[in-house]
Protein backbone atom coordinates (compact mmCIF):
# COMPACT_ATOMS: atom_id res chain seq x y z
CA UNK A 1 0.00 0.00 0.00
CA UNK A 2 1.27 3.46 -0.39
CA UNK A 3 2.41 5.43 1.98
CA UNK A 4 0.18 8.16 3.70
CA UNK A 5 1.28 12.03 3.94
CA UNK A 6 1.33 12.35 7.80
CA UNK A 7 -1.30 14.93 9.10
CA UNK A 8 1.51 17.01 9.91
CA UNK A 9 2.86 17.14 6.47
CA UNK A 10 -1.03 18.33 5.15
CA UNK A 11 -0.62 21.28 8.07
CA UNK A 12 2.39 22.63 5.88
CA UNK A 13 0.31 21.86 2.52
CA UNK A 14 -2.40 23.94 4.75
CA UNK A 15 -0.01 26.53 5.45
CA UNK A 16 0.98 27.12 2.30
CA UNK A 17 -0.43 30.34 -0.60
CA UNK A 18 0.48 31.92 -3.17
CA UNK A 19 2.33 34.49 -0.68
CA UNK A 20 4.08 31.94 1.39
CA UNK A 21 5.16 28.66 -0.43
CA UNK A 22 6.90 26.27 1.46
CA UNK A 23 10.08 25.01 -0.20
CA UNK A 24 13.53 25.47 1.00
CA UNK A 25 16.63 25.99 -1.72
CA UNK A 26 19.92 26.01 -1.41
CA UNK A 27 22.25 28.05 -4.31
CA UNK A 28 25.79 26.59 -4.58
CA UNK A 29 28.57 28.32 -6.86
CA UNK A 30 31.01 25.78 -8.65
CA UNK A 31 34.55 26.55 -10.41
CA UNK A 32 34.37 23.46 -13.43
CA UNK A 33 38.19 23.69 -14.08
CA UNK A 34 38.64 20.98 -16.41
CA UNK A 35 36.17 18.56 -15.43
CA UNK A 36 33.46 19.64 -18.20
CA UNK A 37 30.81 20.03 -15.37
CA UNK A 38 27.38 21.26 -17.29
CA UNK A 39 24.15 21.29 -17.90
CA UNK A 40 24.05 17.24 -19.01
CA UNK A 41 26.54 16.42 -16.57
CA UNK A 42 24.15 17.60 -14.10
CA UNK A 43 21.31 15.66 -15.40
CA UNK A 44 23.70 12.48 -15.89
CA UNK A 45 24.56 13.31 -12.12
CA UNK A 46 21.50 13.38 -11.10
CA UNK A 47 20.07 10.63 -12.69
CA UNK A 48 22.87 8.63 -11.09
CA UNK A 49 21.54 9.55 -7.90
CA UNK A 50 17.98 9.95 -7.23
CA UNK A 51 17.69 6.45 -6.47
CA UNK A 52 18.35 7.22 -3.27
CA UNK A 53 15.89 9.65 -2.78
CA UNK A 54 12.79 7.47 -3.94
CA UNK A 55 10.05 10.66 -3.11
CA UNK A 56 11.86 12.69 -5.50
CA UNK A 57 10.22 10.41 -8.00
CA UNK A 58 6.67 10.71 -6.30
CA UNK A 59 4.01 12.95 -6.29
CA UNK A 60 0.63 13.49 -3.79
CA UNK A 61 -2.33 11.61 -5.04
CA UNK A 62 -5.34 13.12 -3.23
CA UNK A 63 -8.27 11.08 -1.95
CA UNK A 64 -11.70 11.14 -2.77
CA UNK A 65 -13.48 13.45 -0.44
CA UNK A 66 -10.46 14.44 1.45
CA UNK A 67 -11.83 11.33 3.40
CA UNK A 68 -8.04 11.07 4.65
CA UNK A 69 -4.81 12.55 4.07
CA UNK A 70 -3.15 12.06 0.21
CA UNK A 71 -0.53 9.32 -0.25
CA UNK A 72 2.67 9.08 -2.18
CA UNK A 73 2.56 7.67 -5.51
CA UNK A 74 4.82 7.15 -8.58
CA UNK A 75 4.47 9.58 -11.08
CA UNK A 76 3.94 7.67 -14.34
CA UNK A 77 4.93 10.78 -16.16
CA UNK A 78 8.30 11.83 -14.21
CA UNK A 79 10.44 12.96 -16.72
CA UNK A 80 13.94 14.38 -15.72
CA UNK A 81 14.36 17.58 -17.79
CA UNK A 82 11.17 18.77 -16.51
CA UNK A 83 12.96 19.23 -13.25
CA UNK A 84 16.17 20.03 -13.78
CA UNK A 85 16.69 23.19 -15.49
CA UNK A 86 18.70 25.31 -17.29
CA UNK A 87 19.12 28.75 -17.23
CA UNK A 88 22.33 31.68 -17.95
CA UNK A 89 23.08 34.98 -16.65
CA UNK A 90 23.95 37.62 -19.21
CA UNK A 91 28.15 37.40 -19.02
CA UNK A 92 29.52 37.99 -16.98
CA UNK A 93 27.28 37.24 -14.53
CA UNK A 94 27.70 38.79 -10.98
CA UNK A 95 26.61 37.91 -7.76
CA UNK A 96 23.76 40.28 -8.12
CA UNK A 97 22.42 38.69 -11.26
CA UNK A 98 22.35 35.46 -9.84
CA UNK A 99 20.93 36.63 -6.37
CA UNK A 100 17.63 38.37 -8.26
CA UNK A 101 17.29 35.10 -10.31
CA UNK A 102 17.45 33.05 -7.19
CA UNK A 103 14.93 35.58 -5.55
CA UNK A 104 12.16 34.90 -8.53
CA UNK A 105 12.93 31.26 -8.25
CA UNK A 106 11.99 31.17 -4.72
CA UNK A 107 9.15 33.43 -5.11
CA UNK A 108 7.28 30.77 -7.60
CA UNK A 109 5.30 27.68 -5.70
CA UNK A 110 5.99 24.44 -6.83
CA UNK A 111 3.88 22.26 -9.15
CA UNK A 112 1.58 19.91 -7.24
CA UNK A 113 0.55 18.10 -9.38
CA UNK A 114 4.37 16.88 -9.91
CA UNK A 115 6.88 15.67 -7.68
CA UNK A 116 7.66 18.37 -5.43
CA UNK A 117 11.39 19.38 -6.52
CA UNK A 118 13.35 21.80 -9.18
CA UNK A 119 16.56 22.13 -9.71
CA UNK A 120 18.28 24.37 -12.09
CA UNK A 121 21.77 24.45 -13.42
CA UNK A 122 22.60 28.84 -14.02
CA UNK A 123 25.27 29.21 -16.63
CA UNK A 124 26.84 32.51 -17.59
CA UNK A 125 28.68 33.56 -13.93
CA UNK A 126 31.63 35.84 -14.00
CA UNK A 127 35.15 33.91 -14.46
CA UNK A 128 33.46 30.65 -15.87
CA UNK A 129 31.68 29.77 -12.78
CA UNK A 130 28.24 28.08 -12.57
CA UNK A 131 25.58 27.77 -10.38
CA UNK A 132 23.58 25.41 -8.93
CA UNK A 133 20.06 25.93 -7.32
CA UNK A 134 18.00 22.90 -5.91
CA UNK A 135 14.67 23.69 -4.21
CA UNK A 136 12.21 21.01 -2.63
CA UNK A 137 9.01 21.06 -0.92
CA UNK A 138 9.00 21.35 3.08
CA UNK A 139 6.90 17.89 3.19
CA UNK A 140 9.12 16.32 0.46
CA UNK A 141 12.38 16.17 3.23
CA UNK A 142 11.84 14.83 6.34
CA UNK A 143 14.93 13.47 7.17
CA UNK A 144 13.39 10.44 8.29
CA UNK A 145 12.14 8.98 5.02
CA UNK A 146 14.31 11.65 2.60
CA UNK A 147 16.58 13.58 2.82
CA UNK A 148 17.47 16.83 0.24
CA UNK A 149 19.03 15.98 -2.94
CA UNK A 150 21.80 18.25 -2.41
CA UNK A 151 22.94 15.91 -0.10
CA UNK A 152 23.44 12.80 -2.24
CA UNK A 153 25.11 15.06 -5.27
CA UNK A 154 28.16 15.83 -3.58
CA UNK A 155 31.52 13.99 -3.58
CA UNK A 156 34.64 14.09 -1.58
CA UNK A 157 36.68 13.20 -4.41
CA UNK A 158 36.38 15.38 -7.69
CA UNK A 159 36.47 12.30 -9.41
CA UNK A 160 33.16 10.76 -8.63
CA UNK A 161 32.14 6.99 -8.27
CA UNK A 162 29.53 5.97 -10.84
CA UNK A 163 26.64 4.18 -9.45
CA UNK A 164 24.56 3.23 -12.51
CA UNK A 165 21.20 4.38 -13.29
CA UNK A 166 18.57 2.15 -11.75
CA UNK A 167 15.60 0.61 -13.56
CA UNK A 168 12.91 2.61 -12.40
CA UNK A 169 9.20 1.75 -13.39
CA UNK A 170 6.37 3.13 -11.85
CA UNK A 171 3.92 1.47 -9.97
CA UNK A 172 0.50 1.65 -10.93
CA UNK A 173 -1.77 4.39 -9.01
CA UNK A 174 -4.18 3.04 -7.04
CA UNK A 175 -7.74 3.78 -8.02
CA UNK A 176 -10.22 5.83 -6.44
CA UNK A 177 -12.46 2.95 -4.83
CA UNK A 178 -9.06 1.81 -3.09
CA UNK A 179 -8.28 4.79 -2.19
CA UNK A 180 -11.57 5.75 -0.23
CA UNK A 181 -11.43 1.86 1.01
CA UNK A 182 -7.98 2.50 2.72
CA UNK A 183 -8.81 5.81 3.82
CA UNK A 184 -11.91 3.83 5.56
CA UNK A 185 -9.80 1.76 7.32
CA UNK A 186 -7.30 3.98 8.63
CA UNK A 187 -9.99 6.52 10.26
CA UNK A 188 -11.35 3.41 12.01
CA UNK A 189 -7.97 1.63 13.36
CA UNK A 190 -6.52 5.52 13.81
CA UNK A 191 -9.55 8.21 14.91
CA UNK A 192 -6.93 10.43 16.21
CA UNK A 193 -5.79 10.50 12.65
CA UNK A 194 -8.99 11.20 11.21
CA UNK A 195 -8.91 14.60 13.48
CA UNK A 196 -5.85 16.23 12.44
CA UNK A 197 -7.34 15.86 9.00
CA UNK A 198 -10.17 16.98 9.27
CA UNK A 199 -8.31 20.10 11.05
CA UNK A 200 -6.11 20.29 8.25
CA UNK A 201 -8.80 20.26 6.00
CA UNK A 202 -10.66 22.89 7.42
CA UNK A 203 -7.83 24.90 7.65
CA UNK A 204 -7.10 24.98 4.24
CA UNK A 205 -10.67 25.47 3.13
CA UNK A 206 -11.02 28.58 5.08
CA UNK A 207 -7.13 29.88 3.82
CA UNK A 208 -8.80 29.73 0.37
CA UNK A 209 -11.85 31.37 1.28
CA UNK A 210 -9.98 34.38 3.10
CA UNK A 211 -7.22 35.16 0.34
CA UNK A 212 -8.81 37.76 -1.46
CA UNK A 213 -9.09 39.56 1.82
CA UNK A 214 -5.24 38.97 2.84
CA UNK A 215 -6.79 36.96 6.40
CA UNK A 216 -5.56 34.19 5.51
CA UNK A 217 -2.52 33.98 7.91
CA UNK A 218 -4.69 35.58 10.91
CA UNK A 219 -7.44 32.72 10.31
CA UNK A 220 -4.42 29.92 10.19
CA UNK A 221 -3.45 31.48 13.20
CA UNK A 222 -6.18 31.46 14.74
CA UNK A 223 -7.52 27.69 14.05
CA UNK A 224 -3.92 26.71 15.20
CA UNK A 225 -3.95 28.42 18.33
CA UNK A 226 -1.15 30.33 18.21
CA UNK A 227 0.26 33.73 20.07
CA UNK A 228 0.13 36.98 17.40
CA UNK A 229 3.85 37.95 16.41
CA UNK A 230 4.58 40.93 18.88
CA UNK A 231 4.64 44.22 16.84
CA UNK A 232 8.23 44.45 14.56
CA UNK A 233 9.57 46.11 11.24
CA UNK A 234 10.47 42.36 9.97
CA UNK A 235 6.73 40.85 10.77
CA UNK A 236 4.07 42.08 8.67
CA UNK A 237 1.24 41.23 5.41
CA UNK A 238 3.62 39.66 2.71
CA UNK A 239 3.59 39.91 -1.23
CA UNK A 240 3.87 37.20 -3.60
CA UNK A 241 7.79 38.46 -4.54
CA UNK A 242 11.04 38.12 -2.26
CA UNK A 243 14.28 39.45 -2.13
CA UNK A 244 17.82 36.92 -1.76
CA UNK A 245 20.85 38.68 0.29
CA UNK A 246 24.31 36.58 0.66
CA UNK A 247 26.98 38.06 2.21
CA UNK A 248 30.65 35.75 2.57
CA UNK A 249 32.52 35.66 5.43
CA UNK A 250 35.97 33.72 6.66
CA UNK A 251 35.22 31.16 9.76
CA UNK A 252 38.17 32.25 11.45
CA UNK A 253 37.24 35.48 12.26
CA UNK A 254 34.91 34.14 14.58
CA UNK A 255 36.84 31.56 15.50
CA UNK A 256 39.52 34.53 16.98
CA UNK A 257 36.21 36.27 18.76
CA UNK A 258 35.49 32.76 20.52
CA UNK A 259 39.06 32.58 21.87
CA UNK A 260 39.23 36.09 23.58
CA UNK A 261 35.28 36.06 24.57
CA UNK A 262 34.34 32.45 25.26
CA UNK A 263 31.08 30.74 23.71
CA UNK A 264 30.83 29.07 20.77
CA UNK A 265 30.62 30.09 17.16
CA UNK A 266 27.02 29.94 16.95
CA UNK A 267 26.88 32.31 19.69
CA UNK A 268 29.63 34.65 17.65
CA UNK A 269 27.28 33.85 14.44
CA UNK A 270 24.05 35.34 16.54
CA UNK A 271 25.94 38.13 18.22
CA UNK A 272 26.98 39.18 14.65
CA UNK A 273 23.41 39.42 13.35
CA UNK A 274 22.01 40.45 16.26
CA UNK A 275 24.80 43.54 16.08
CA UNK A 276 23.78 43.60 11.93
CA UNK A 277 20.15 43.94 13.11
CA UNK A 278 20.39 46.72 15.24
CA UNK A 279 22.70 48.60 12.73
CA UNK A 280 19.83 48.32 10.36
CA UNK A 281 17.27 49.36 12.49
CA UNK A 282 18.91 52.34 12.90
CA UNK A 283 19.47 53.26 9.69
CA UNK A 284 15.86 53.36 9.42
CA UNK A 285 15.36 55.39 12.22
CA UNK A 286 13.23 52.46 14.42
CA UNK A 287 13.16 53.38 17.71
CA UNK A 288 15.52 51.45 20.17
CA UNK A 289 13.69 52.42 23.19
CA UNK A 290 10.40 50.19 21.94
CA UNK A 291 11.82 47.44 20.34
CA UNK A 292 14.65 46.44 23.01
CA UNK A 293 15.07 42.75 21.51
CA UNK A 294 14.25 40.64 18.72
CA UNK A 295 12.79 37.21 19.54
CA UNK A 296 14.46 34.36 17.23
CA UNK A 297 13.29 30.65 17.03
CA UNK A 298 16.70 28.31 16.31
CA UNK A 299 16.25 24.95 15.74
CA UNK A 300 19.05 22.82 17.05
CA UNK A 301 20.69 19.65 16.21
CA UNK A 302 19.70 17.40 19.80
CA UNK A 303 19.57 13.73 20.66
CA UNK A 304 16.40 13.24 22.24
CA UNK A 305 14.82 10.08 22.45
CA UNK A 306 10.89 12.09 22.96
CA UNK A 307 11.34 13.63 19.25
CA UNK A 308 11.01 12.11 15.69
CA UNK A 309 14.08 10.06 15.33
CA UNK A 310 15.73 10.83 11.58
CA UNK A 311 18.12 8.91 9.38
CA UNK A 312 20.59 11.68 10.47
CA UNK A 313 21.40 10.55 13.53
CA UNK A 314 20.12 13.53 15.75
CA UNK A 315 16.98 15.11 16.13
CA UNK A 316 15.93 18.88 15.45
CA UNK A 317 14.31 21.00 18.26
CA UNK A 318 14.04 24.92 18.47
CA UNK A 319 15.33 27.16 21.16
CA UNK A 320 13.79 30.38 21.59
CA UNK A 321 16.26 33.16 21.94
CA UNK A 322 16.15 37.22 22.75
CA UNK A 323 18.56 39.09 20.36
CA UNK A 324 19.52 42.11 22.46
CA UNK A 325 19.34 44.62 19.84
CA UNK A 326 19.09 47.58 21.58
CA UNK A 327 22.84 46.72 23.27
CA UNK A 328 25.31 49.37 22.06
CA UNK A 329 28.07 46.85 23.60
CA UNK A 330 28.92 44.45 20.93
CA UNK A 331 30.96 42.59 23.57
CA UNK A 332 28.11 41.96 25.79
CA UNK A 333 25.46 41.08 23.07
CA UNK A 334 27.78 38.21 22.56
CA UNK A 335 27.89 37.43 26.23
CA UNK A 336 23.50 38.19 26.59
CA UNK A 337 23.76 35.60 23.97
CA UNK A 338 26.38 33.32 25.10
CA UNK A 339 23.98 33.31 28.35
CA UNK A 340 20.56 32.20 26.81
CA UNK A 341 22.40 29.03 24.83
CA UNK A 342 23.73 28.22 28.48
CA UNK A 343 20.97 26.25 29.62
CA UNK A 344 21.07 24.39 26.34
CA UNK A 345 24.33 23.43 26.65
CA UNK A 346 23.69 21.97 30.21
CA UNK A 347 21.18 19.19 29.18
CA UNK A 348 23.55 17.39 27.82
CA UNK A 349 21.50 16.99 24.26
CA UNK A 350 22.94 19.27 22.53
CA UNK A 351 25.37 17.63 19.44
CA UNK A 352 28.36 19.21 18.50
CA UNK A 353 29.65 21.03 15.25
CA UNK A 354 32.31 18.50 14.70
CA UNK A 355 29.60 15.70 14.50
CA UNK A 356 27.10 17.71 12.66
CA UNK A 357 29.63 18.43 9.95
CA UNK A 358 31.17 14.71 9.23
CA UNK A 359 27.81 13.54 8.69
CA UNK A 360 27.64 11.88 4.90
CA UNK A 361 26.99 13.91 2.05
CA UNK A 362 26.73 17.63 2.61
CA UNK A 363 24.24 17.19 5.38
CA UNK A 364 23.74 21.01 5.53
CA UNK A 365 20.84 20.85 2.57
CA UNK A 366 18.69 18.98 4.95
CA UNK A 367 19.48 20.04 8.34
CA UNK A 368 18.28 23.79 6.78
CA UNK A 369 15.25 22.09 5.70
CA UNK A 370 14.56 20.14 8.81
CA UNK A 371 15.27 23.83 10.80
CA UNK A 372 12.46 25.71 8.52
CA UNK A 373 10.18 22.90 9.32
CA UNK A 374 10.76 23.38 13.22
CA UNK A 375 10.24 27.17 12.51
CA UNK A 376 6.71 26.46 10.76
CA UNK A 377 5.79 24.41 13.92
CA UNK A 378 6.83 26.59 16.53
CA UNK A 379 5.13 29.44 15.01
CA UNK A 380 2.38 29.19 18.02
CA UNK A 381 5.27 30.78 20.13
CA UNK A 382 5.11 33.92 18.62
CA UNK A 383 8.67 35.20 17.33
CA UNK A 384 9.65 37.69 15.11
CA UNK A 385 12.55 35.99 12.99
CA UNK A 386 13.82 32.21 12.02
CA UNK A 387 17.40 31.63 12.34
CA UNK A 388 19.30 28.12 11.04
CA UNK A 389 22.78 28.24 11.48
CA UNK A 390 24.76 24.32 10.35
CA UNK A 391 28.09 23.57 10.21
CA UNK A 392 29.58 21.82 7.31
CA UNK A 393 32.39 19.76 6.14
CA UNK A 394 35.79 22.13 6.38
CA UNK A 395 37.24 20.71 3.11
CA UNK A 396 36.15 21.03 -0.67
CA UNK A 397 33.35 19.06 -2.19
CA UNK A 398 32.56 18.55 -5.62
CA UNK A 399 29.73 18.09 -8.44
CA UNK A 400 30.68 16.24 -11.34
CA UNK A 401 34.27 16.67 -10.62
CA UNK A 402 33.64 20.76 -10.50
CA UNK A 403 34.75 22.29 -6.84
CA UNK A 404 32.29 24.17 -4.72
CA UNK A 405 33.51 27.19 -3.58
CA UNK A 406 30.13 28.82 -2.28
CA UNK A 407 26.87 27.22 -0.78
CA UNK A 408 24.06 29.86 0.62
CA UNK A 409 20.61 28.58 2.08
CA UNK A 410 17.47 30.28 1.02
CA UNK A 411 14.91 29.85 3.27
CA UNK A 412 10.68 29.87 2.68
CA UNK A 413 9.14 32.81 4.78
CA UNK A 414 6.47 31.89 6.99
CA UNK A 415 3.33 33.42 7.57
CA UNK A 416 3.64 37.25 8.91
CA UNK A 417 7.42 36.89 8.74
CA UNK A 418 9.29 39.33 6.01
CA UNK A 419 12.62 38.09 6.42
CA UNK A 420 14.84 34.56 7.63
CA UNK A 421 18.36 34.01 8.17
CA UNK A 422 20.28 30.28 7.17
CA UNK A 423 23.79 30.28 7.63
CA UNK A 424 26.69 27.47 6.56
CA UNK A 425 29.83 26.85 7.40
CA UNK A 426 31.92 25.42 4.89
CA UNK A 427 35.69 25.05 4.17
CA UNK A 428 36.74 27.94 5.83
CA UNK A 429 33.65 30.16 5.04
CA UNK A 430 30.76 31.10 6.76
CA UNK A 431 28.22 31.85 4.11
CA UNK A 432 25.24 33.82 4.70
CA UNK A 433 21.90 33.01 2.58
CA UNK A 434 18.89 36.07 3.67
CA UNK A 435 15.06 35.65 2.46
CA UNK A 436 13.30 38.70 2.46
CA UNK A 437 9.91 39.83 1.71
CA UNK A 438 10.11 42.30 -1.64
CA UNK A 439 8.05 45.02 -0.63
CA UNK A 440 7.99 44.59 3.30
CA UNK A 441 12.06 44.82 3.20
CA UNK A 442 13.74 47.07 -0.01
CA UNK A 443 16.50 47.58 1.91
CA UNK A 444 17.92 44.48 2.77
CA UNK A 445 21.07 45.27 1.39
CA UNK A 446 21.53 47.65 3.70
CA UNK A 447 21.03 45.25 6.61
CA UNK A 448 24.05 42.75 4.74
CA UNK A 449 26.57 45.41 5.06
CA UNK A 450 25.87 46.36 8.92
CA UNK A 451 26.20 42.37 9.57
CA UNK A 452 29.57 42.90 7.84
CA UNK A 453 30.02 45.76 9.96
CA UNK A 454 29.06 44.19 13.06
CA UNK A 455 31.54 40.96 12.44
CA UNK A 456 34.18 44.06 11.77
CA UNK A 457 33.29 45.57 15.32
CA UNK A 458 33.86 42.02 16.97
CA UNK A 459 36.57 41.43 15.15
CA UNK A 460 38.31 44.35 16.52
CA UNK A 461 37.00 43.65 20.03
CA UNK A 462 38.94 40.50 20.04
CA UNK A 463 42.51 42.12 18.47
CA UNK A 464 45.69 41.57 20.76
CA UNK A 465 46.14 45.40 20.29
CA UNK A 466 43.02 46.26 22.43
CA UNK A 467 43.14 46.21 26.22
CA UNK A 468 40.16 44.40 28.06
CA UNK A 469 38.66 44.60 31.28
CA UNK A 470 39.71 41.13 33.26
CA UNK A 471 36.94 39.08 33.77
CA UNK A 472 36.24 38.37 37.67
CA UNK A 473 37.96 39.73 40.33
CA UNK A 474 41.16 39.10 39.61
CA UNK A 475 43.18 42.70 38.86
CA UNK A 476 46.04 42.67 36.39
CA UNK A 477 48.30 45.55 35.17
CA UNK A 478 48.86 44.44 31.47
CA UNK A 479 46.67 43.67 28.45
CA UNK A 480 45.13 40.07 28.22
CA UNK A 481 46.51 38.57 25.39
CA UNK A 482 44.66 36.41 22.53
CA UNK A 483 45.08 32.82 23.35
CA UNK A 484 46.61 31.50 19.43
CA UNK A 485 47.10 27.76 20.75
Known sequence: MSERLRPRDLAFLATESSR????????????????????????????????????????????????????????????????????????????????????????????????????????????????????????????????????????????????????????????????TLGAITDSIERPSTLVKTVQANTQSIVRTASSARHRASDVAGALAGRKPVASSP????????????????????????????????????????????????????????????????????????????????????????????????????????????????ETGRGVGAERLAGIAGFAPTTFHALGSRVAADELRRGFHLSVTNVPGPQFPLYAGGATMLETYPVHPLLPEHALAVGVTSYNGSVFYGITADRDALPDVDTLGQCIVEALDELTESASESRQRAPRGRKKTTTPTRTDQS
Open 20 to 179: TPMHNATVEIFDPGESGFDYARLVELIADRIAFVPRYRQRLQWVPGRLATPVWVDDPEFELSYHVRRSALPRPGGHDQLRELVARIASRPLDRSRPLWETYFVEGLAGGRVAVLTKSHQILVDGRETVDIGQVLLDTEPDRPELGHDEWHPRGRPDALSL
Open 234 to 345: INGPLSRQRRFLTIHTQLDDYKRIRRVHGGTINDVILATLTGGLRGWLMTRTESMAGLKTIKAIVPMSVIDDELEPTSLGTQVAGHLVNLPISEPSPVVRLHQVSYSFQAHK
